[in-house]
């Protein structure tokens, strides 16, 4: 199963020390998508690819945060100087356009467990 | 911004009942799904509903989108139905906005 693949699927990291995060999705998908996820709430959007083009950032993505998707494939999600308040579980997810009877179904990854102390 | 409201927040169930998860949203959509996250954190794709019914085994789904809301059956629930299920949606753009769940527990 080539499902989308996210590691390392737990960090724990010191506070002030960067961090980051690698996602491969599914292959022939064009479309990719990082998300947040804290305890108790709804996953929140944080950045949209398509292809190696960033097109979409959530204001939840801080000048700490930047991501990257060189030629399209994998995607890479840093974040710089961590807080306590970056604890949360960092979710890749990938999609491609196939047509309007499945439409643009999202494909999300294990995810990736983020502790800072 | 849209907001999505999922409703209830727990379920308890005992195996083999029947239930009815409900979602409202503010405004139109283009795309709505709803998600099983299990407890290991895996967010598993359920259904993709913008409009209409749709049927997969145990569970079903139906979108009214004039009405602006989205309804998941689950029927004959067993354990494995335990997690947390939410409900997104998207206007425009990329970006799916989320519900906050429901907890569904499923005891033997």
């Known amino acids: 199963d080539t499902g989308v693949s996210q590691n390392p699927r737990h960090k724990i990291t010191k506070r002030g020390q960067n961090v980051t995060f690698r996602c491969d999705p599914i292959?022939?998908?064009?479309?990719l998508y990082w998300y947040r996820q804290t305890l108790g709430q709804g996953p929140e959007f944080l950045t949209y690819?398509?292809?190696?083009?960033?097109?979409?950032k959530s204001r939840l993505l801080s000048d700490r945060f930047s991501a990257e998707r060189p030629k399209g494939s994998f995607s890479t999600l840093e974040i710089q100087r961590t807080e306590q308040g970056d604890s949360a579980m960092y979710l890749c997810?990938?999609?491609?356009?196939?047509?309007?009877?499945?439409?643009?179904?999202?494909?999300f990854g294990e995810g990736s467990w983020l502790t800072v102390v | 911004g849209i907001q999505v409201e999922q409703s209830p927040p727990d379920l308890i169930l005992q195996e083999g009942a029947n239930s009815t998860l409900r979602c409202n949203f503010s405004d139109s959509v283009n795309n709505l799904q709803w998600f099983h996250q299990n407890p290991w954190g895996q967010l598993i794709n359920l259904f993709y509903?913008?409009?209409g019914t749709k049927q997969n085994g145990r569970l079903s789904a139906t979108t009214v989108a004039t009405e602006r809301y989205s309804l998941l059956y689950i029927s004959s629930s067993q354990t494995t139905d335990s997690g947390v299920y939410f409900c997104?949606?998207?206007?425009?753009?990329?970006?799916?906005?989320f519900g906050e769940g429901t907890q569904l527990t499923v005891n033997p």
């Open positions: 690819f398509q292809n190696e083009a960033q097109l979409e």
């Open positions: 997104a949606v998207r206007i425009s753009g990329s970006r799916l906005t």
């Open positions: 509903i913008p409009s």
């Open positions: 997810a990938s999609s491609t356009r196939q047509g309007r009877f499945s439409g643009n179904t999202i494909y």
């Open positions: 292959s022939e998908h064009n479309r």
